[in-house]
């Protein structure tokens, strides 16, 4: 099962790097320069609205398994815009080692997480499967959480792109990108560090949302 996995994390990375390497980094590629037209965007975004019910997917530092926090969201058209209301801040605790803040983020509840899905070019547009550009406002979340009558200042801002390693496979990168495929999504969500009271704590792992409508 621990393989397994593994061999899912694996698997995200791969399909996300095929994708956008694929459309960015062929020189041979004939259509390497095209872009999806203003009909074709809308008409995926349209396709891909909607509520959809899934989890929250990340490599827990505690059990090192890969473990989830259920969640949903909804995408809205034609803004293209995904917003999580009950993004679990518990998510946030993973990789950071100071106790009383992963302790506060444990307990964090839920916040709403909001974004804007760009879709781009890929050579799999007309068979359905859709890839797309996830970004966050400015960069970044903003919130505020209460935890025994003390409340603290949170800012997560995330990256374009994560550069995990791994001892089963050296190291593997993460993009802000997803994609859509009859009716399922899946989108990396890279955290480049979080701000707690001012004080800048790094993450370790990447983390992903799955879900379908």
Known sequence: MENLRKMMLMLMCITFMGAISSCLNDDNNSDELNVLTPSQKSAQIFEMAG??????????????????????????????????????VALLANGITDKNVKKC?????????????H???????????????????????????????TTHNVRVNFSYEMKVNYSWANFATYYSIGEFSKG???????VKDIVFDDKSYSTTWPSFIYGKK
């Open 105 to 117: 983020l444990n307990e964090g509840g839920t916040v709403p997480f909001k974004a804007v899905l």
């Open 184 to 190: 399922v999504i899946r989108i990396n969500i890279p």
């Open 51 to 88: 509520t959809y019910n899934g989890y929250v997917y990340f490599n827990n530092d505690t059990t090192l398994k890969l473990d989830s926090l259920a969640c949903t969201w909804r995408l809205t058209a034609p803004d293209s815009t995904i917003i999580i209301p009950n993004f679990p």
């Open 119 to 149: 879709p781009y070019y890929n050579n799999n547009h007309t068979k359905g499967l859709y890839t797309f550009w996830m970004l966050v406002d400015n960069d970044k979340m903003e919130f505020t959480i209460k935890n025994e009558e």
